[in-house]
């Protein structure tokens, strides 16, 4: 895959609001067998890519290989982790702009989230119905044409 270079800014902070067609990749930073490839911001994904390209088996507890962390991880979570902590992932809440790690996370919040609560308690009075808003998940990357689009 080659990448277009010309914009000043190379990693950009995206939302879930990419263009059709779109998705969001970052360079795979696994240190102990650098592959070279870039890797779809999406924890399946960054599973998948392990599987495929350094060998981690989905039954295995292996530790991180990512620069500066040994943190041991079922590889079940492992995609989750390096989403959310090396690739900086995070869900923001529509209604206070709060933002969290994982979309569980974001889940809870939102049982408490007073601004929610509140959109909820108008709906009610008037006699509306309520719609929760979609949540934003921000990712940094490259924006590049997705492979099935």
Request: proline share 5%; with cysteine.
């Amino acid at each position: 895959m080659e990448l277009d270079d010309s914009y000043p800014k190379r990693s950009v902070k995206i939302t879930n609001e990419l263009p059709a067609g779109m998705t969001c990749v970052r360079a795979c930073d696994w240190t102990d067998q650098p592959c070279g490839l870039f890797v779809e911001m999406n924890k399946a994904r960054v599973a998948h890519h392990l599987l495929h390209w350094h060998g981690v088996k989905s039954n295995d507890t292996t530790s991180c290989k990512f620069e500066n962390c040994s943190r041991p991880e079922a590889m079940l979570n492992l995609g989750r982790h390096i989403e959310g902590v090396h690739y900086t992932t995070s869900y923001e809440c529509p209604y206070c702009g709060k933002r969290w790690s994982r979309s569980d996370s974001l889940d809870r919040h939102q049982e408490k989230c007073e601004p929610l609560l509140a959109s909820k308690t108008r709906a009610k009075k008037g006699r509306r119905k309520f719609s929760l808003q979609d949540s934003k998940k921000l990712v940094y990357g490259y924006i590049v044409p997705a492979r099935n689009a």
